[in-house]
């Protein structure tokens, strides 16, 4: 009866030390796919954020936050990738790039997806909720932490 004992509990503490490594090594993989596509400087951003970042701020915020790779990595997420096109629509890039997030961020839902029709664009877009935002940005900025600390 003891020896059953200690096998169910060495057979518990084996699956759980095997999902915590596969755990770890997955989310180090993660961590990596994201640290391979670093935005160091402006030009790594996407067209729609290049755009965004010279309506949306000064020249001397511009200047600032070119010298914050995390801030830029994560404002290109937001302007560029927190959102996609709608199922069904094909787009010119010359159209994608008339796709103001701004104007629709407000509409935004905590946990599902919204989808908005872009007048501008003529486009339709599926804005991700703001649990994913958090999540993907939260993603970014320990990629850059992890990286600067290294």
């Given at each position: 009866?003891?020896?059953?004992?200690v096998?169910?509990?060495?057979?518990?503490?084996?699956?759980?030390?095997?999902?915590?490594?596969?755990?770890?090594?997955?989310?180090?993989?993660?961590?990596?796919?994201?640290?391979?596509?670093?935005?160091?400087?402006?030009?790594?951003?996407?067209?729609?954020?290049?755009?965004?970042?010279?309506?949306?701020?000064?020249?001397?915020?511009?200047?600032?936050?070119?010298?914050?790779?995390?801030?830029?990595?994560?404002?290109?997420?937001?302007?560029?990738?927190?959102?996609?096109?709608?199922?069904?629509?094909?787009?010119l890039?010359?159209?994608?790039?008339?796709?103001?997030?701004?104007?629709?961020k407000?509409?935004?839902?905590?946990?599902?997806?919204?989808?908005?029709?872009?007048?501008?664009?003529?486009?339709?877009?599926?804005?991700?909720?703001?649990?994913e935002?958090?999540?993907?940005?939260?993603?970014?900025?320990?990629?850059?932490?992890?990286?600067?600390?290294?």
């Amino acid at each position: 009866m003891v020896v059953n004992r200690v096998r169910s509990f060495n057979s518990g503490v084996m699956k759980k030390l095997t999902f915590i490594l596969c755990f770890l090594t997955i989310t180090s993989i993660a961590i990596g796919q994201i640290a391979q596509t670093t935005i160091q400087q402006k030009s790594d951003c996407a067209a729609v954020t290049q755009r965004m970042m010279e309506q949306a701020f000064t020249i001397n915020r511009q200047l600032e936050i070119e010298n914050s790779p995390e801030e830029l990595a994560c404002l290109n997420y937001l302007f560029a990738l927190s959102y996609e096109l709608a199922p069904g629509e094909t787009a010119l890039r010359s159209q994608r790039m008339l796709f103001n997030i701004e104007t629709y961020k407000n509409l935004r839902r905590v946990d599902q997806h919204v989808t908005v029709y872009d007048e501008q664009s003529g486009l339709k877009f599926v804005l991700y909720s703001w649990n994913e935002v958090e999540r993907s940005l939260g993603t970014i900025r320990s990629a850059y932490q992890l990286a600067s600390s290294n």
